[in-house]
């Protein structure tokens, strides 16, 4: 949120335009040619200089002093104020409940600017170092935020063909990746049979997670980006992200939009799962059964949990395991595939890194500080991942720290807790989300005892 003064740049772009504008009016015509260049160039600036002064009256900094007569003890005691950007930060205390205190500062805050204005109510540390909090509100002119939002906004025409594009490219990963689970001989009837089931799956779990997400974002009036499939060659599909696009209420929202796309896609690819398990009556197979390769999981730690509930290929000794298939792999039905990679899927995209919905559920669960810190660590662990060798946690460490990266900004309260439960709620998720991505030695490191990663030609094992 930390954002210049728009005023002050206005009137050092104004400056400038003024003495350009000089420089052209100094200049003499050498001939008729000169002189139509100066006067094209001398209209350009004037009115680029009268645009700037029209934005300019837009653009003014706030009164601070004026401002500060709006608070008092029937909504926010201020006791003192410095400037920030063109707006200003008032510390101070709540004297009553915040939800009655923002739309009654709002308005007083409105019809003292003349304009309206957007506030946050936070906690800062003390600046002399110790461990005391102070309250502040945070004032800015509305028109600066929307325009940063604006900015920023995905919600347009190149933001909808990038979202159908890596949509269609998805679908293309997906049903490439279904191919390498497949017979050697396999026919076209066989893809249907065996990939449709994935590909449904896949779908199911997607569009689930999104309606939860935005029926979410929707009850607290949050607008959101268009949503963004990242394809992947290895597991199909690596989730979906979007951006919010307009000021949260409070840290409760930024919580509950996050962990209602994880929690709905963590019980649909459960369930899926499950469901297909039950009718098989067995982890192993279905009528219709697609071949986990054991180079599915060489070196991916990430994926063990998928081999842990499936079983490995062969043994330590480099024996052929009693539910594998020799020469082809582990058999298993492609609508419970579909949900363990799901649950995997959920799990990294659960990571407290950034802007994924993990990063979310930890900031609005331990503040900016722990959050950023968090997100480093996940980072650094997943480019350790990497530079071992795993080409899941090197795509998605890149993913989450240059793509990702970053907070989210302030809500409007920043200071209520978020209460009991969604800690307890956000606990859970974090250790099905660590069962479910903790490394076990089924099989996920590199050993003499397995071969080299698959690919498409090699002719098998």
């Known amino acids: 949120m930390g954002n210049p003064s728009i005023e002050a740049a206005l009137k050092l772009e104004k400056k400038r335009a003024e003495q350009r504008l000089k420089e052209l009016n100094n200049e003499q015509g050498g001939n008729v040619f000169t002189g139509l260049i100066q006067n094209i160039s001398r209209s350009i600036v004037q009115r680029e200089k009268d645009r700037l002064e029209q934005v300019e009256q837009k653009f003014k900094a706030l009164d601070l002093g004026k401002l ?96 159908l594009l890596l949509g269609v490219t998805t679908l293309g990963t997906i049903s490439l990746t279904s191919g390498f689970f497949l017979t050697p001989n396999a026919t076209f009837d066989d893809y249907i049979a065996r990939v449709l089931p994935l590909f449904g799956g896949f779908i199911t779990i997607l569009g689930v997670s999104e309606a939860a997400t935005r029926l979410t974002a929707n009850k607290y009036g949050v607008r959101l980006s268009p949503s963004f499939l990242i394809p992947s060659t290895w597991t199909g599909c690596l989730g979906v992200v979007n951006n919010y696009e307009s000021t949260l209420p409070s840290k409760k929202a930024l919580f509950d939009i996050a ?9 649909t690819s459960f369930l899926l799962a499950a469901i297909a398990f039950y009718l098989d009556q067995s982890l192993n197979g279905g009528d219709n059964a697609l071949y986990i390769r054991p180079q599915f999981f060489f070196n991916n730690p990430l994926l063990s949990f998928i081999q842990y509930v499936t079983g490995p290929y062969t043994d330590e000794l480099g024996n052929v395991l009693p539910q594998a298939v020799p020469g082809l792999g582990v058999p298993v039905d492609p609508l419970a595939f579909a949900g363990l990679l799901g649950i995997v899927v959920t799990s990294m995209n659960l990571l407290p890194c950034g802007r994924l919905e993990g990063g979310r559920i930890a900031q609005a669960l331990y503040g900016r500080r722990v959050a950023n810190i968090l997100s480093f660590f996940t980072s650094l662990a997943l480019g350790v991942g990497g530079v071992t060798g795993s080409v899941l946690s090197l795509t998605w460490g890149f993913v989450a720290t240059f793509f990702r990266g970053g907070e989210e900004l302030p809500a409007e309260d920043e200071i209520t807790p978020v209460g009991t439960s969604r800690y307890i709620w956000g606990y859970a998720l974090a250790v099905f989300c660590l069962l479910t991505l903790f490394p076990n030695s089924a099989g996920t490191f590199p050993s003499v005892l397995y071969t080299p990663p698959f690919f498409r030609g090699d002719g098998g094992f």
């Open 259 to 267: 962990a209602a796309r994880i929690t709905s896609a963590y019980v």
């Open 68 to 163: 500060k007569s709006c608070f008092g003890y029937d909504t926010f005691y201020a006791t003192d104020v410095r400037r920030f950007g063109d707006g200003g930060i008032y510390i101070g205390n709540l004297r009553k409940p915040i939800d009655e205190v923002i739309p009654v500062l709002k308005e007083r805050l409105a019809n003292a600017a003349g304009r309206e204005v957007t506030i946050w109510f936070m906690e800062e540390e003390d600046r002399e170092g110790n461990d005391i909090k102070k309250q502040v509100c945070v004032v800015q002119p509305k028109e600066e935020i929307d325009l940063q939002y604006e900015l920023s906004s995905l919600n347009n025409v190149a933001g909808y063909i990038s979202a």
